[in-house]
C-alpha cells in the first residue's frame, strides 16, 4: 500500500540509511568558514536568518527547496563582497547538518520526511521550467532519483550560480513531488 511505502521511506530516513554519517566538528568548521559571514546560529544581528530559526534542519526535502531558493540572494550577496562561489560537497553539507541539528536551540526537533507519490512531478518538471535545460543525460529524473536528500541539497546549492536571476518558486510541496517523482522512476522506468 502506499501508506506502507512511505513509512518505510520514512523510517529508512530516520535512520539515516540513505545518508553516511556526519562530523559535528567538521560541520562546525564548515558554518563558520562558508556561513557566519551572514547567518549567526541564534538570534541575530546578521544579515540573513539564524540557523536556530531554520525549518529546514529538520525537513530535508525543505533543505533542498531552501538551498534551491536561496540561490538569487546569495549570489547577489557574494557578488557585492566581491568574493567568489564557494563550492559545497555532500560530505560537507552531512556535515554541517550534524552540527547545527545538535546546538541546544535545534537538537529536540523532531524530523520530518513527507514524500507524495510523486504523480505530479514530471509535469512540475515541465512548468517551472526546469526540462528546458535538464534534458536526456541531464534530466532531473536521471540526476535527483541517483541521490540522497542532502546531496540534492548539495547540488541545489552548486547549481545556484548557473541559476541567478532564473530560479523558479517551487513549495515545500512541488518540491516533495518533484524529489518523489525522480527517486520513483529509478524503481519503476524501463
Known amino acids: 500500500a502506499e501508506s506502507d511505502v512511505a513509512d518505510l521511506f520514512g523510517f529508512l530516513y530516520a535512520v539515516r540509511f540513505f545518508e553516511s554519517p556526519g562530523d559535528a566538528a567538521r560541520g562546525k568548521r564548515i558554518f563558520t568558514q562558508k556561513c557566519a559571514q551572514c547567518h549567526a546560529l541564534t538570534g541575530g544581528g546578521l544579515v540573513a536568518r539564524p540557523a536556530e530559526s531554520w525549518a529546514s534542519l529538520a525537513d530535508p526535502v525543505e533543505l533542498v527547496r531552501r538551498m534551491w531558493l536561496h540561490a538569487d540572494d546569495m549570489v547577489k550577496a557574494i557578488d557585492s563582497r566581491k568574493e567568489h562561489w564557494s563550492r559545497l560537497e555532500s560530505r560537507e553539507m552531512t556535515d554541517v547538518l550534524v552540527y547545527l541539528q545538535n546546538l541546544p ?23 517551472k521550467g526546469c526540462a528546458e535545460c535538464h534534458t536526456g543525460n541531464m534530466a532531473l529524473e536521471a540526476r535527483l532519483g541517483k541521490l540522497t536528500l542532502t546531496d540534492a541539497a548539495a547540488a541545489m546549492w552548486n547549481h545556484a550560480p548557473k541559476m541567478a536571476g532564473r530560479v523558479p518558486s517551487v513549495t515545500v510541496e512541488d518540491m516533495r513531488e518533484i524529489i518523489s517523482y525522480a527517486w520513483s522512476q529509478q524503481f519503476f522506468s524501463p
Open 105 to 127: 536551540a535545534t537538537r529536540s526537533r523532531e524530523l520530518h520526511l513527507e514524500l507524495p507519490t510523486g504523480e505530479k512531478g514530471a509535469e512540475l518538471i515541465s512548468s
